[in-house]
């Protein structure tokens, strides 16, 4: 588990071969308009994905600048009058049939989802602007991101909690956690049997969204779920925003007003969320995931939770500090599968997304070791297996697809 210099640019040399050759360009039959955007993998996910392209974004920025502004700017042409930000947009639909016969998904439209991805894109933008300095982006990009966190709290908080709520399982990104298992009314059983049971259970989701309108799916409360993951991304977001509305000199209650809702967000996550006793985040959910430890990105967690969150979980070789950590799931759970023995997404491997959030949260908490520790390792992943979809957390085995797009944000660790 070394990791030596020439392992190092192979990385670096893999992650830029992969931005390349992912990149999808043309004119689409969605009225003619052009894309030119990174696809998360030409085969298995030839579309532009919401977080995807968020955090490719930021994997661009160590190749051009220019493309991550593009990646941007591809991806907001998706965005609706109302705030409504769609998970995928497809582009080239009719070159991917076979593909997208394997999702099961909702279309609002022709060209996209009905459902949205977690708001990474606020810290997208954030960063192009330490990278760049470049004001007149951020005030053109800035009011739509400003739009879509208030999509976030008109139409997902129901109950005005400052918790956001999603409405199926994939809008986490998240998609087939056993986080999700019993909202879903998933039974653990023999592996191969955990997708065609989510299958069905997805179907019989959006029988009861049929007709509903997208306004009115929360209030229905078939799948009403505040995420801890994705509340930490959104209240990140917010935070962000309000440095953003800052630097291109916006009026100072538009920045205030979002800080305010980021304290808000941040509040709502320890006094309903956090577990005193087993120094846990959780949701509706009691299963030890990665997802539990999220709150750690955010700079303005507590100090005492932050460091029970670390010394407990992250750093307990019995749940998430194996060979190669951070594992979807915690090794202690019974839905644990690091072996893909499911085929299915987020029961187990290691994602270089999480590791890469959380490398960024444990520095900001004054825990450089443990993010050099955890970036060190995250290198090694993918000097062992190449730029995959998702990694064997004890042994750096590849799984899922092959040169996957946000894998690429090794590059970002690689120049931390
Ligand atoms: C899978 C992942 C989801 C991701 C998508 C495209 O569905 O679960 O998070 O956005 O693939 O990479």
Redesign the pocket.
């Known amino acids: 588990m070394t990791l030596t210099a020439p392992d190092l640019e192979r990385v670096v040399s893999e992650a830029k071969r992969v931005l390349a050759q992912n990149r999808q360009r043309g004119t689409s039959a969605w009225d003619g308009r052009r894309y030119d955007f990174v696809c ?2 030409p085969t298995a ?1 030839p579309f532009q ?1 919401l ?2 392209s968020s955090f490719h974004a930021i994997a661009l920025l160590h190749v051009d600048p220019e493309l991550a502004k593009q990646e941007i700017r591809c991806l907001l042409q998706g965005l609706q009058a109302d705030g409504f930000m769609p ?1 995928m947009l497809l582009w080239e639909k009719n070159a991917h049939e076979r593909a997208l016969a394997e999702y099961s998904i909702r279309l609002a439209h022709p060209f996209f989802t009905a459902t949205t ?1 977690p708001p990474v894109l606020a810290r997208s933008i954030e960063r192009i602007l330490d990278a760049t300095g470049d004001v007149a982006f951020v005030r053109e990009v800035l009011p739509p991101i400003l739009r879509i966190f208030d999509w976030w709290r008109d139409v997902r908080d129901p109950d005005g909690d400052g918790l956001v709520a999603i409405v199926q399982p ?1 809008e986490s ?3 087939a956690s056993p986080k999700y298992d019993e909202a879903m009314g998933i039974v653990l059983g023999p592996p191969e049997e955990v997708l065609p049971a989510l299958r069905r259970s997805m179907q019989r989701l959006f029988r009861a969204y049929d007709g509903a309108g997208q306004r009115r799916e929360p209030m229905l409360d078939v799948f009403l779920f505040e995420d801890v993951m994705v509340n930490s991304i959104y209240a990140d977001g917010l935070r962000a925003l309000g440095r953003l509305c800052r630097a291109v000199g916006r009026p100072e209650r538009e920045a205030a007003e979002r800080e305010a809702r980021y304290r808000a967000t941040l509040g709502a996550l320890v006094r309903k969320c956090w577990d005193e006793d087993a120094a846990a985040f959780w949701d509706l959910s009691r299963v030890l995931t990665f997802s539990c430890l999220f709150p750690l990105i955010l700079p303005d967690l507590d100090p005492g939770i932050a460091r029970r969150l670390v010394e407990r979980h992250l750093l307990n070789e019995d749940e998430f500090w194996l060979p190669y950590p951070i594992p979807s799931v915690a090794a202690s759970e019974p839905s644990f599968d690091p072996g893909w023995t499911t085929a299915t ?2 029961r187990g491997p290691t994602w270089v997304n999480v590791n890469w959030y959380l490398y960024w949260g444990l520095r900001q908490h004054g825990f450089a070791d443990v993010a050099a520790e955890l970036r060190r390792r995250a290198l090694a992943m993918a000097a062992t297996s190449g730029i995959r979809e998702f990694y064997d957390p004890f042994t750096a085995l590849g799984e899922g697809a092959h040169d ?3 894998t690429t944000l090794v590059l970002d660790l690689a120049n931390a």
């Open positions: 998360p993998s996910y994905w977080w995807d998970h991805q994939d990104g998240l998609d997404t987020w996957f797009g946000w």
